[in-house]
């Protein structure tokens, strides 16, 4: 399985990839939305893509609405990770594609659920 984390943050990929590794993916990173997609085209698309929202450059949601406009990456999984906690943000992210909502802070055991929940592990 794998997994691209995106996230301004080195301390989160970090931590984002440690916990996916131990799950068994194998984990590429990114900066920022704009280098999100560049990895993607190295990569190819991932089982699942977990992504912050607050990043200079290319945020969240506009990497979300650039992977959803592009049908090469329709099976990849993708989970909004971040300190947004506003409803309207959810609502917002989910409609435009995400498949799962994950707010700052979360355990491995919050991760291992919604990637549960996406299909992406079994339980």
Not at 42 to 69: H, K, Q, T
């Amino acid at each position: 399985m794998r997994a691209l984390v995106i996230d301004d943050s080195r301390a989160m990929r970090s931590i984002l990839g440690q916990i996916l590794k131990g799950m068994g993916f194998e984990v590429a990173d990114a900066v920022n939305g704009r280098e999100g997609l560049a990895r993607l085209k190295e990569i190819g698309p991932p089982d699942v893509i977990l992504v912050d929202w607050n990043m200079p450059v290319m945020n969240g949601y506009e990497f979300l609405c650039a992977v959803r406009a592009d049908p090469v990456y329709n099976d990849s999984r993708l989970m909004m990770v971040t300190t947004e906690t506003e409803m309207e943000q959810m609502i917002k992210a989910l409609s435009a594609g995400a498949n799962e909502y994950v707010m700052k802070p979360f355990t491995k055991e919050v991760i291992r659920e919604k990637l549960e929940l996406m299909g992406v592990l079994t339980a």
